[in-house]
């Protein structure tokens, strides 16, 4: 079936370094990318984001990029700071359906 | 505004017990959803309800019944639990914009 995956299961970065978390999804009727946080023994945040008709979008110090032709996603956290340390997922989803589709998630270990 | 509750918090049950996990939410959302999360796995749908007095399977749907009470209610209800039914249990909502807000979740231990 169609999916969301992730290139890296964990990523380790020091403080103060950008991160840059990628996803793929395979869907190429989804047109609309999400990224949610999901802090230890929490449920998912909203972050950013995107439709497809847009590449970039930017936000409080994150910004989300697509890659329609290579079907790929990146989340990227400038300045990271010990309180990014979470677990980040992708998440597809098309214009009027409701089922989203998410990937396995990044666990993003900030170091200071 | 509380956003999206979920009770309980934790459940312990035996092989074939039944129980219900409840979902409220107070953001005047149409659209319900419940996921379940295992380790190492991102969020799978099982059911959820696109506006109040309709509800539709999800990815793993099995072993589940679901209803949505009214506009802030979505309850998932396990008739027989299963040890592979041990996992955590998420509930979140939307409105049109897509963006869910998810609840803080139910964490299920079947024996």
């Known amino acids: 079936g169609e999916s969301v995956g992730l290139h890296l299961p964990t990523l380790s970065v020091q403080e103060g370094d950008n991160s840059i978390i990628n996803c793929a999804y395979s869907?190429?009727?989804?047109?609309?990318f999400i990224w949610y946080k999901q802090e230890s023994g929490k449920g998912p945040q909203f972050i950013i984001d995107?439709?497809?008709?847009?590449d970039k979008r930017q936000g409080q110090r994150v910004t989300v990029l697509l890659n329609k032709t290579v079907k790929h996603l990146s989340l990227q956290i400038a300045a990271t700071q010990p309180g990014d340390s979470a677990v980040y997922f992708c998440a597809e989803s098309s214009t009027g359906g409701f089922k989203t589709i998410f990937g396995a998630g990044t666990r993003l270990f900030v170091k200071a | 505004n509380a956003g999206v509750t979920q009770t309980p918090k934790f459940q312990v049950l035996k092989t074939g017990q039944s129980m219900t996990l409840q979902c409220a939410q107070d953001?005047?959302?149409?659209?319900m959803y419940w996921y379940r999360q295992d380790p190492g796995m991102g969020l799978r749908l099982i059911y959820y309800?696109?506006?109040?007095?309709?509800?539709d399977k999800g990815e793993v749907p099995n072993g589940y019944n679901v209803s949505r009470l009214n506009k802030r209610e979505f309850s998932l209800r396990l008739e027989s639990a299963a040890p592979s039914q041990t996992s955590v249990y998420f509930c979140a909502s939307t409105d049109s914009s897509y963006e869910q807000y998810f609840g803080p979740g139910t964490r299920l231990t079947v024996t």
């Open positions: 309800s696109a506006s109040e007095g309709t509800t």
């Open positions: 953001m005047n959302h149409n659209s």
């Open positions: 995107i439709r497809s008709n847009m």
């Open positions: 869907n190429s009727a989804s047109d609309y």
